[in-house]
């Protein structure tokens, strides 16, 4: 049973594919208030879920922090209204 709740690998070097991989993973499981507690939007288990702890611990294994990876998605957001597009 421990294998099965076993974190995630987090490899090194970390690869393109990877922090795409990890990207994707801290934004659709990133914590959402709720009356009893922090779960994950996507899981609804206690936050962090495995993969938002694999997602933080590749993206600080690559060097890069929360803040580049929120400042990126909002260059991401701006190019996407700038040509009329929603998410």
């Given at each position: 049973?421990?294998a099965?709740?076993?974190?995630f690998?987090?490899?090194?070097?970390?690869t393109?594919?990877d922090?795409?991989l990890a990207a994707?993973?801290?934004?659709?499981?990133?914590?959402e208030?709720?009356?009893?507690?922090?779960?994950?939007?996507s899981?609804?288990?206690?936050y962090?879920?495995?993969?938002?702890?694999?997602?933080?611990?590749?993206?600080?294994?690559a060097?890069?922090?929360?803040?580049?990876?929120a400042?990126?998605q909002?260059?991401?957001e701006?190019?996407s209204?700038?040509?009329?597009?929603t998410?």
């Amino acid at each position: 049973m421990s294998a099965v709740l076993a974190d995630f690998p987090v490899l090194v070097p970390v690869t393109d594919e990877d922090l795409a991989l990890a990207a994707l993973a801290v934004r659709v499981h990133a914590p959402e208030p709720w009356p009893h507690g922090l779960l994950c939007r996507s899981e609804r288990v206690p936050y962090p879920c495995r993969l938002a702890r694999w997602g933080h611990g590749t993206l600080e294994a690559a060097g890069l922090t929360a803040e580049q990876l929120a400042g990126d998605q909002r260059e991401t957001e701006d190019r996407s209204e700038a040509r009329g597009q929603t998410r």
